[in-house]
T-cell receptor, first 113, second 111 residues
Framework: DAGITQSPRYKITETGRQVTLMCHQT?????MFWYRQDLGHGLRLIYY???????DKGEVPDGYVVSRSKTENFPLTLESATRSQTSVYFC????????????FGQGTRLTVV | DAKTTQPTSMDCAEGRAANLPCNHS???????VYWYRQIHSQGPQYIIH???NNETNEMASLIITEDRKSSTLILPHATLRDTAVYYC????????????FGDGTTLTVKP
């Protein structure tokens, strides 16, 4: 199916564990983004990527690592999860050029205990 | 990317027009105004965008002031399903144009 998908949808992990959230898009969009959304708040940009092998930090990158070896995938890794990283994580993608909107995945709800 | 300011919450009667304001007084000449909404806990959904002219699509209308320092999203006939958080963002289209979201406006449509 065409679109942008995130996995898993729900994840519970323990403090100190490494966890990877997956994001896959089928449009071959150049740009991909990771946001986190804490309860009752807006989205904050963690990392973004302009193309394969090109990534850059957003507003809140500390504690996260990203990679983009293929255009369609943009995994987000929490190297050592902390309780403060409990949040809903959204992945998004968009094409290059003008007049291009971003498309968001359904989110991954991560709980760190 | 320029920052935006939106009211925290608004109410609207079902069937009436919902007018959601956004202030972006530091917007640059090459930055577009985009609106998204987030229903419940789903991923945000694109609504509309514009540069300086007013825009209309099947979902909404966007009115941008002449000085471009503010804009208004108009949902002409709000329904209960329009209850959501609405985000106004500004970004350039020519580079990574990373979008910075604020806390948005929670619109509640009441019967």
């Amino acid at each position: 199916d065409a679109g942008i998908t995130q996995s898993p949808r729900y994840k519970i992990t323990e403090t100190g564990r490494q966890v990877t959230l997956m994001c896959h898009q089928t449009w071959s969009h150049s740009y991909m983004f990771w946001y986190r959304q804490d309860l009752g708040h807006g989205l904050r940009l963690i990392y973004y990527s302009a193309a394969a092998d090109i990534t850059d930090k957003g507003e809140v990158p500390d504690g996260y690592v990203v990679s983009r070896s293929k255009t369609e995938n943009f995994p987000l890794t929490l190297e050592s999860a902390t309780r403060s990283q409990t949040s809903v994580y959204f992945c998004a993608s968009r094409d290059t050029g003008q007049n291009t909107e971003a498309f968001f995945g359904q989110g991954t709800r991560l709980t760190v205990v | 990317d320029a920052k935006t300011t939106q009211p925290t919450s608004m109410d609207c009667a079902e069937g009436r027009a919902a007018n959601l304001p956004c202030n972006h007084s530091t917007i640059s000449g090459n930055e577009y105004v985009y609106w998204y909404r987030q229903i419940h806990s789903q991923g945000p959904q694109y609504i509309i965008h514009g540069l300086k002219n007013n825009e209309t699509n099947e979902m909404a209308s966007l009115i941008i002031t002449e000085d471009r320092k503010s804009s208004t999203l108009i949902l002409p006939h709000a329904t209960l399903r329009d209850t959501a958080v609405y985000y106004c963002i500004v970004r350039v289209n020519t580079n990574a144009g990373k979008s910075t979201f604020g806390d948005g406006t929670t619109l509640t449509v009441k019967p």
